[in-house]
């Protein structure tokens, strides 16, 4: 689903990503961990040609990422999510509904269907201005999931949500999951990784430390924290 | 293409929530209400009392230039935040985060403004020439053709501001725009003035000498002004050099928006 080939990026003389190259399979529920500063943003400004590397090369679902159309059926949610002030959550769905195709009145069903599933149904009229940040971020997370994507790029989704919306959060990704959908998530809340995720990569100054399924990597008697620590910490 | 027009529609719905779009429209048409009275007044030169034909030939001409020197402006506020407040409110990542090509983005964003600030000057020109109509029966040949003429002009602007704050901060652009207008009026004017038929016969010698290659090949939009003035006046346009201004601002405008483009793809968001 998706592939990085020899993928460095340096902002003048910083190198932000240092040679990386892995792939993440169809359906594989991947999470990339790292400290500030490790290159994990970056990656995933990369992964949606916000930002070109410096060489190498991203593939999403075989086409390269600088054309548009490798983001036909991805999900993206930021980190710290904005939806312009003059826009309720409705039409910023709405908008989102448009430019991937749906008009009409299957826009319409299914913006009403994900505003339920996000719980934001009642609210969706009023301007993002009224919408607190776990709010804001509800509806961005209803933008990603508009029309059924197969991948979903998460930027520390649950940051500014109260512990009812992590779980419906984390509910939510679990039945995406089971459904198949690939998802690359980008979080520091290890727990929730640990709940979730398959496969994960740790990253470090710019490089993977290790990538494998979370069964090879945590032994026994280790929680993920302490696995992030070890390899993190390495060479302190 | 679909999705450039959804971008350009977007672009001019959320141009008009702006409140200040509107206090700028009000504005406008208080003063077109406002010179309304000029068509009906009672005139006397040198003790000679002028028709009122004459007087709103004239008055509209005027008025026309007014109007157009005004959207400048307008244009140049609308233009000038374009990409800094999607950047700022998240529209950026909204459109690129899906199949948007970059170039769609761009182009549906500057569309947007234009047509917008075309139709409002439009709007506002199409008000004098329904004031003039109205209270003297006359119809001003080629005034709404006139404001179409210009609004080539508004074009220019938005893709000059627009390129401009992809470097510079937002007022930076602004003002930048302003002092190349700034020249061409100074460069322009000065030549049509100096060429003008009552200079040329009380100083035969002033319009000798030819212009600078600079100010032949300069963004002619004080020009389009003026080939717009004639086409009103019905008048014969006084042009610098070979190419007509229309085809100079033209070439401006693909010109800024390829480089527009260009720079806006290898762009870091």
């Not at chain 1, 930002?51 to 054309?67: A, E, L």
């Not at chain 1, 919306?165 to 990784?193: A, K, Y």
């Not at chain 2, 008055?59 to 005004?70: M, T």
Request: aromatic share 10%.
């Amino acid at each position: 689903m998706i592939v990085l080939n020899s993928i460095i990026k340096k902002f003048g003389t910083f190198t932000a990503v240092d040679n990386i190259t892995y792939r993440i399979e169809k359906g594989e529920y991947f999470a990339l961990l790292g400290p500030n500063g490790a290159g994990k943003t970056t990656v995933v400004r990369m992964l949606l040609d916000f930002i070109k590397p410096t060489s190498g090369s991203i593939f999403i679902d075989g086409i390269p990422v600088s054309n548009p159309e490798a983001r036909k059926r991805v999900g993206y949610l930021a980190e710290h999510h904005m939806i312009p002030s003059h826009l309720s959550g409705l039409e910023f769905l709405r908008r989102h509904a448009s430019l991937i195709g749906f008009a009409g009145k299957d826009a319409l069903m299914e913006v009403d269907r994900l505003l339920e599933v996000v719980s934001m149904k009642g609210r969706e009229k009023e301007t993002s201005a009224a919408y607190s940040k776990g709010m804001k971020q509800r509806i961005g997370l209803a933008a990603a999931l508009l029309g059924q994507p197969k991948l979903l790029i998460l930027d520390e989704p649950v940051t500014g949500l109260d512990p009812i919306g992590i779980r419906d959060v984390r509910n939510i990704l679990e039945n995406l999951r089971d459904d198949g959908v690939t998802v690359f998530l980008n979080s520091h809340f290890l727990s929730e990784v640990e709940k979730t995720c398959r496969t994960l990569a740790i990253m470090n100054h710019g490089k993977i430390l290790v990538k494998d399924s979370i069964r090879s990597i945590i032994k026994d008697d280790e929680t993920l924290e302490d696995v992030f620590i070890k390899y993190t910490q390495k060479g302190k | 293409m679909n999705r450039f027009f959804k971008i350009t529609g977007y672009t001019i719905r959320d141009q008009m929530r702006h409140k200040s779009f509107y206090v700028l429209m009000a504005f406008c048409l208080l003063f077109v209400l406002m010179i309304r009275g000029c068509y009906s007044g009672q005139y006397v030169v040198n003790g000679e009392p002028l028709d009122n034909i004459t007087i709103a030939w004239h008055v509209s001409k005027i008025v026309f230039q007014v109007i157009v020197s005004g959207m400048f402006l307008i244009v140049i506020l609308i233009s000038m935040k374009i990409f800094s407040r999607d950047h700022e409110d998240g529209s950026l990542v909204l459109f690129l985060s899906r199949p948007v090509f970059r170039r769609q983005y761009i182009l549906g964003r500057i569309a947007g403004t234009w047509f917008l600030c075309l139709v409002f000057m439009f709007i506002l020109h199409a008000a004098i020439f329904l004031t003039v109509w109205v209270k003297t029966g006359v119809v001003i040949p080629g005034y709404l053709t006139a404001s179409l003429v210009c609004s080539i002009n508004l074009l220019f602007i938005t893709v000059s501001v627009c390129f401009l704050s992809l470097f510079l901060p937002d007022f930076i652009s602004a003002m930048f725009t302003v002092g190349i207008l700034f020249v061409g009026y100074i460069s322009d004017g000065g030549y049509q003035i100096l060429n003008s038929e009552i200079l040329k016969k009380a100083v035969p010698s002033a319009a000798a000498s030819s212009p600078a290659l600079w100010r032949i090949f300069y963004p002619k939009v004080y020009m389009v002004q003026a080939y717009a003035d004639s086409i009103i006046g019905q008048i014969s346009f006084i042009n610098m050099g070979p190419i007509h201004p229309i085809l100079n601002v033209s070439f401006f405008i693909i010109l800024i928006t390829t480089l527009i483009l260009v720079v806006f793809n290898k762009k870091e968001i």
